[in-house]
């Protein structure tokens, strides 16, 4: 049974910065794509980041490219999510994903394509 575990999530203020950390057990992580998706209240899940399982290929959500960075250690099966400059806007709570796959170029940004999910890490961006 394949399990993430989020972690690294906090309060922290408007500009600062925060690493997530999504930690897999129970699988051969390295053939695995994985993304990070966030869920702010009253508001759909919305893609932030994905990852293919060679690391080659990484993807973001419109509203996070430039200040987001995605990257993995599949000796370690974690996969990270570097975000700088936050805002409150931020604010959500941020699931990691994961799907089995052969294919080197893939890294999903639809959340349906994923078939583990975490339970998530509130972020709390404050103004």
């Known amino acids: 049974q394949v399990q993430l575990v989020e972690s690294g999530g906090g309060l922290v203020q408007a500009g600062g910065s925060l690493r997530l950390s999504c930690t897999v057990s129970?699988?051969?992580?390295?053939?695995?794509?994985a993304g990070w998706f966030r869920q702010a209240p009253g508001k759909e899940r919305e893609f932030v980041a994905s990852?293919?399982?060679?690391?080659?290929?990484?993807n973001y959500g419109d509203s996070v490219k430039g200040w987001v960075t995605i990257s993995r250690d599949n000796a370690k099966n974690t996969v990270n999510l570097q975000m700088n400059s936050l805002k409150p806007e931020d604010t959500a709570v941020y699931y990691c994903?994961?799907?089995?796959?052969?294919?080197?170029?893939?890294?999903?940004?639809?959340?349906?394509?994923?078939?583990?999910w975490g339970q998530g890490t509130q972020v709390t961006v404050s103004s």
């Open positions: 994903a994961a799907v089995l796959t052969w294919r080197r170029e893939l890294a999903p940004a639809d959340a349906s394509a994923y078939t583990y």
């Open positions: 990852i293919s399982w060679s690391g080659e290929i990484t």
């Open positions: 129970g699988g051969t992580f390295s053939v695995y794509a």
